[in-house]
């Protein structure tokens, strides 16, 4: 299995941003997407859940509301689309797979390659 995240750079507070994150192998019960600011610990950020009902979705606080995560079924490539971006979503964002309740958590069955996201002030 293997992740390949990109879209990471530089924006103005107020903008928009989408990181995707290609996964290869096989296909999971939750994608998700995590952060890691300088001098902080890795925090959860969303994540989708594939089921037979379709994709639900969970959002951390600090995020609800501006981003979203949707997941391309065909190419099983998962999204962040981050709008209204602020100078604290400063960090580095990595996507992740595993057990839809297991992510929320923390704990991913596999991992990404971190992919850095700036927003200037």
């Known amino acids: 299995v293997q992740l390949q995240a990109s879209g990471g750079g530089l924006v103005q507070a107020g903008g928009s941003l989408r990181l995707s994150c290609g996964v290869s192998?096989?296909?999971?019960?939750?994608y998700g997407w995590f952060r890691q600011a300088p001098g902080k610990e890795r925090e959860f950020v969303a994540r989708i859940s594939i089921g037979w009902t379709g994709g639900s979705t969970y959002y951390a606080d600090s995020v609800k509301g501006r981003f979203t995560v949707p997941r391309d079924n065909a190419t099983n490539t998962v999204y962040l689309q981050m709008n209204s971006l602020k100078p604290e979503d400063t960090a580095v964002y990595y996507c992740a797979v595993g057990t839809s309740t297991d992510l929320i958590g923390g704990v991913a069955d596999y991992w990404g390659k971190g992919t850095l996201v700036t927003v200037s002030s």
């Open positions: 192998g096989r296909t999971f019960s939750g």
